[in-house]
């Protein structure tokens, strides 16, 4: 099938956070936070993540991300974070004993943990945050124990005077919803999906397309099931640009849809219908709002929420709220759908 460039999936585990506190913390006893100190840090300190004491235990990862890691807690710019910032994620103990874990400090503040394991085998370790968020956006701690795998958790922080929120507040899930001639269809991912993920592209060199959205994980799609995915262009001087300057180019605004997206500013929309029939063109089941007569009068697209986020790889992206309206129109025929009540949360990446 044809996607909305040539789409490169972003793997969902490097994006979600799991919204459960486990209680279960198994068999080991854990310091509190006032027993780590002022500063929080536990054996040793220094740039990187630190590990001490006599028990011998690893991480549990899944891919890039850290197990079964959740994240709890009020993480606001500018406030000291509280007794309830906390990180809790499976270990794998393989010799008793005590224990001290701390991450590495990221944007003001960092997490970190003392306990004494009594038992081998998986147990659930808790680690506090410590600190002062210095800015709002979601961001990655690297966990990696002894030469056991690196895996990463996001912690989302919400901008200073909001109220506080939650290291959940992050998007949690990714999704699109709307009704496209009179039926609605709605692609909600979460931490547990498996058929579908977040999509990410980008086209051009120093004038740059880019393209985020729902994706089938593995292709091709099948009937019954949809993607969708929504490009926005051009931003220019793209080899030079800085982070701040991708992030701004997805501020919250109401933005034109583009009849050609390689050659003028806009917004287009693509969306791959349920038939499960591309045709011999590759292209039957595709719709696209720069395609067919290309007309998106009374049509509008506005961003209300763009949300940075570096991945466990250093890799950089935003992600994005949005909210349209718009005339699809089939890649082959021409033919013509009406898409009302549009809403997503996709990423979009920068390269």
């Known amino acids: 099938m044809v996607r909305l460039f040539n789409s490169q999936k972003f793997s969902l585990i490097h994006l979600l956070v799991f919204l459960l506190l486990l209680g279960n913390i198994g068999c080991q006893k854990e310091m509190s936070k006032d027993t780590l100190g002022a500063g929080g840090v536990v054996g040793g300190g220094g740039g990187g993540n630190t590990t001490g004491g006599t028990a011998v235990f690893t991480l549990e990862p899944a891919g890039s991300r850290c197990s079964d890691a959740a994240v ?17 994620v499976t270990v794998n103990v393989t010799k008793i004993g005590d224990w001290t874990y701390a991450t590495a400090a990221t944007n003001g503040f960092s997490f970190a943990g003392a306990g004494n394991f009594t038992a081998t085998g ?18 990655s701690f690297h966990l990696k124990i002894g030469t056991g795998a690196d895996c990463a958790v996001a912690v989302g922080v919400v901008p ?6 939650t290291g959940g507040n992050t998007p949690n899930s990714f999704y699109y919803k709307a009704t496209i001639d009179g039926t609605n269809y709605n ?16 086209g051009g060199s120093d004038d740059v397309v880019f393209g985020g959205g729902i994706t089938w994980a593995n292709p091709p799609l099948p009937a019954g099931k949809t993607e969708f995915g929504i490009t926005k262009g051009i931003m220019h001087q793209y080899m030079s640009a800085t982070t701040a300057q991708f992030k701004a180019f997805f501020k919250p605004a109401t933005y034109l849809y583009t009849a050609d997206a390689s050659a003028t500013d806009g917004i287009t929309i693509s969306w791959t219908d349920p038939s499960g029939n591309a045709g011999t063109s590759g292209t039957d089941n595709i719709w696209n709002s720069d395609a067919g007569s290309k007309d998106q009068t009374n049509s509008a697209f506005t961003i209300l929420s763009n949300t940075e986020y570096i991945d466990v790889a250093g890799d950089y992206y935003v992600i994005v709220k949005a909210q349209f309206n718009c005339n699809l129109y089939n890649v082959t025929t021409g033919a013509k759908k009406v898409l009302t009540n549009g809403e997503a949360v996709v990423a979009f990446g920068m390269f």
């Open 72 to 88: 709890t807690g009020i993480f606001e710019a500018g406030t000291t974070l509280g007794a309830d910032a906390l990180i809790t």
């Open 122 to 139: 998986l147990q659930v370790i808790t680690l506090m945050g410590v600190g002062k968020p210095t800015r709002s956006g979601i961001f």
């Open 160 to 165: 200073a005077g909001t109220g506080g929120g």
């Open 187 to 202: 692609v909600n991912i979460t931490a547990t999906t498996t058929d579908y993920e977040p999509g990410v592209s980008m």
